[in-house]
């Protein structure tokens, strides 16, 4: 099993910036890629980035390019969502996810960081 621990969320405004952590514990071996997905009230989870384990690249959709970043300290077992430029509908709570293909469950789930942004 992997274990991930989320923090670093909080309330911030138009404009600003915010870093998650995710504390990646456990049997890591089976990790393809890590992500970040985010949920608003009312809405889906959706995907805004992932790093893949296998050389590092990272991809991001349309709505957050240029403004969210991800990045992983193996030294340190972490992932990091760092968030510019951050405007009110990027309000939700943010989850940490492990992708791993060999393992029977196929991904975990952090238990979630709450960001809001105000305008």
């Known amino acids: 099993q992997v274990q991930l621990v989320e923090s670093g969320g909080g309330s911030v405004q138009a404009g600003g910036s915010l870093t998650l952590s995710c504390a990646v514990s456990g049997d890591t071996f089976c990790v393809s890629s890590m992500g970040w997905y985010r949920q608003a009230p009312g809405k889906e989870r959706e995907w805004v980035g992932s790093v893949f384990m296998d050389g590092g690249s990272t991809e991001y959709p349309r709505s957050v390019k240029d403004r969210f970043i991800v990045s992983r300290d193996d030294a340190r077992n972490t992932v990091s969502l760092q968030m510019n430029n951050l405007k009110p509908d990027d309000t939700g709570v943010y989850y940490c996810?492990?992708?791993?293909?060999?393992?029977?469950?196929?991904?975990?789930w952090g238990q979630g960081t709450q960001v809001t942004v105000s305008s």
């Open positions: 996810n492990a992708a791993t293909p060999c393992d029977p469950s196929g991904n975990y």
